[in-house]
């Protein structure tokens, strides 16, 4: 994901070299270490089993405060919707732990709790369309992904790879992917009243349904949902925060360009770019996580590449 509207690079772009070398993500206080000279070399500990997605999640866990006998409610957990890089585990879990795997061009600074993903799961098919645009140089020029959350667009929907991490952590993740330390002033937190109101939003959405489900989306209701907020500025390629739904009465956030962009794409104003190859090969790889083979994962990914943005324009837009 980029800072290259700035100038600066994206801090999940990966040169393609890179990417037949991968080593566990380094942990944020041993990046520290070395950088400060007092080791050498990197963690030798291998990565972990990758979550694997529709596992069960577990009971809630405390917040730091809560669990050492503070007065602070539990964590208020949501659903991160990853549908880029960030879907293969080991890339995204730098962006809790810290530090950096084989193909990241710089290390991450992690977030405040690196405590890793509980759960993970998958949508296969939320009427939200995924595109791939900007430049980014460190992948060959190529693309990289955005999703357009503002309009429905029921014949290429979007597989999310759903991780459920505390709020402050989707804070932090949002803050590294717009190249912002987390908690830095730039990026405006959701906060546990933001999370709930857009819970009680979709429900509203679902309440004409037969029955609620435990799973809320566009694909479900037919709608796009609470309208999307920009809480990181507009220069910035994913600032747009998005509500896609509810999961297991907790609400589903992903990041995007911002509205006016969205238009341009498809309008046309605005020209998308095919990725390059290794980087459908991360989101392939992500994919295969959650149990699709490779040739479904490549076929996914290379029919929303060739679909032009303009063919969508008639879609309902929110």
Request: proline share 10%.
């Amino acid at each position: 994901l980029a800072r290259e509207k700035r100038g600066g690079g994206h801090p999940d772009d990966t040169p393609p070299h890179m990417l037949a070398t991968r080593v566990p993500c380094v942990p944020r206080a041993r990046v520290e270490q070395r950088r400060a000279g007092r080791i050498e070399r990197p963690a030798t500990n291998p990565s972990p089993t990758p979550l694997r997605c529709g596992v069960t999640p577990p009971p809630k866990r405390m917040s730091r405060a809560a669990s050492s006998g503070g007065d602070s409610p539990p964590s208020t957990y949501v659903w991160y919707a990853s549908f880029g890089s960030n879907i293969l585990l080991e890339r995204f879990e730098c962006y809790l732990r810290g530090g950096r795997i084989g193909g990241m061009v710089r290390d991450m600074p992690g977030s405040r709790d690196p405590t890793p993903p509980v759960a993970s799961s998958l949508w296969r098919d939320v009427p939200s369309r995924l595109f791939f645009a900007h430049s980014s140089p460190t992948w060959a020029g190529g693309g990289v992904a955005f999703v357009d959350v503002t309009s429905l667009s029921p014949t290429l929907p979007t597989a999310f790879r759903l991780y459920r991490i505390t709020l402050e952590q989707f804070n932090d993740v949002l803050a590294q992917e717009n190249g912002m330390e987390p908690g830095a002033a730039g990026c405006r937190e959701l906060t546990g009243d933001d999370a709930a109101r857009l819970v009680r939003d979709w429900r509203t959405e679902a309440s004409s349904l037969a029955t609620e489900p435990d799973e809320v989306h566009a694909g479900i209701t037919g709608t796009t949902g609470p309208p999307a907020e920009s809480r990181a500025p507009s220069e910035l390629w994913y600032g747009y925060v998005k509500c896609v739904g509810v999961k297991d009465g907790e609400p589903a956030l992903t990041f995007t360009c911002d509205a006016d962009e969205l238009r341009g794409f498809r309008s046309g104003d605005i020209p998308t770019n095919p990725p390059c190859e290794a980087y459908v090969d991360v989101i392939a790889r992500g994919l295969a996580q959650c149990g699709l083979g490779d040739e479904e994962a490549r076929g996914y990914l290379e029919d929303r590449v060739e679909a032009s943005m303009t063919s969508d324009a008639g879609a309902a837009a929110a």
